[in-house]
């Protein structure tokens, strides 16, 4: 056998093993392609289809912001994403007999009286009614809109705030702004002076 022949079998037999060991076969390239591209992962990219984990949702994401309230004295239904888009808005989760909750409304009447926000009270006690809402606002000159809450929305404030948002003497208190709900420390009455404050930080 020549020297040449030789050369060439005893390549053709390192390539052969090589092949064998590597368990894998290459796969032909579609013309115009690079042999880099479709499958292996871009560095600092992410999956166009989840969503960044830091980030919070946004107000078209948000189903607190876009669930619908019904405002139990004029019965106009809305939603606290539309109230937020014309100007900050305080939520207080509240009930009718909790003594603290209207401690805090008529600070909420004095800090409507020094600066332009809504206002927006969600009775989360299951025994009392709409219309019980609506004589206890309209009795105390309330002049905002007062919600009762079904267990849909209960279940959205709990999921996110716990289970002390559902504890009226607990002031549980939201600032909307910004496309964001922000709950307040929970446990104590604010001035008014201490509402417009947070009010104004958005």
Known sequence: MSRTIAASLAALLVL???SAGSGQTAAPLTPGTSPSSSDAP????????SADPSAGPTQAEDPLLAY???????????TLGELAADAPVLVETMAIW???CLTQQRQVVRAHEQAEFHSVG?????????EDLSAYAEREGFDWRFVKADAEL??????????????????PTFIVANG???????GRV???EELIAELSAG
């Open 16 to 18: 052969t093993a090589c």
């Open 42 to 49: 871009t560095v600092g990219a992410t999956d166009a289809g």
């Open 68 to 78: 619908e309230l019904v405002d139990v004295v004029s019965g106009e239904t809305f």
């Open 98 to 100: 909790c003594s603290t």
């Open 122 to 130: 969600i009775d989360v006690d299951p025994n009392e009614d709409p």
């Open 154 to 171: 209960v279940k959205l404030l709990t999921d996110r705030y716990g289970f002390g948002v559902t504890n009226p003497p607990s002031t």
């Open 180 to 186: 964001e709900v922000r709950a307040l420390e929970f």
């Open 190 to 192: 604010r001035s008014a």
